[in-house]
């Protein structure tokens, strides 16, 4: 308990911008899963982010969030892939 979330902070967003909003991100549903395969398989994600309120800017964070966790996924699957060969 008094864990912060780590911070997500989209290129959309001032740098300086404050981290009010915590967002609970469902990754399955960010993934483009359907809502019974969400409901059946969830991962969820707490994160820190700026406030975001235009529905247009919260997609274009939505596209960046998940863009950033393929990328941490693969390179992950990459480092794991280095370890067993080594």
Do not use: Y
Not at 10 to 25: D, F, N, Q, T
Not at 64 to 84: G, K, Q, T, Y
């Amino acid at each position: 308990m008094g864990e912060h979330p780590p911070v997500f902070r989209p290129s959309i967003c001032r740098p300086g911008a404050p981290l009010r909003w915590v967002a609970v991100v469902n990754l399955m549903r960010l993934a483009g899963a359907n809502s019974q395969e969400a409901a059946e398989t969830t991962v969820r994600l707490r994160l820190r982010i700026p406030a975001i309120r235009s529905s247009q800017r919260r997609k274009t964070a939505e596209d960046e969030l998940l863009d950033a966790v393929c990328a941490e996924l693969l390179s992950s699957i990459r480092d794991d892939a280095e370890d067993r060969a080594a």
